[in-house]
């Protein structure tokens, strides 16, 4: 079994940047893309960015050029670094392998208000 744990989630200003990190533990298969996810309220989950292991990256055109994406497989974790943030980019925030085919965590909550 896997287990994705995401942390780094909180309240910010429309402009401002957070950092999202995603630890996977358990039983660690290698993941050859990770990505991120989120989903709004009333809406459905939706990928925002995936990250291969040579470092190939995707990104949605909702954040293109404002969020970037890395990971660290040494220590087992991919960052979600996200710039100019706007309160549509208000969600919940998940990680998983390309196609979400794991369970999910708990997620982080990025709330972007002023």
């Known amino acids: 079994q896997v287990q994705f744990v995401e942390s780094g989630g909180g309240l910010v200003q429309p402009g401002g940047s957070l950092r999202l990190s995603c630890v996977v533990s358990?039983?660690?298969?290698?993941?050859?893309?990770m990505a991120w996810y989120r989903q709004a309220p009333g809406q459905a989950r939706e990928r925002v960015a995936s990250?291969?292991?040579?470092?190939?990256?995707n990104f949605s055109d909702a954040v293109k050029g404002r969020f970037t994406v890395s990971r660290d497989d040494a220590k087992s974790t991919m960052y979600l670094q996200m710039n100019n943030l706007k309160p549509e980019d208000t969600a919940v925030y998940y990680c998983?392998?390309?196609?979400?085919?794991?369970?999910w965590g708990q997620g982080t909550q990025v709330t972007v208000s002023s």
């Open positions: 998983s392998n390309l196609g979400g085919t794991w369970p």
């Open positions: 358990g039983r660690n298969p290698d993941i050859a893309i």
């Open positions: 990250i291969s292991k040579t470092g190939g990256k």
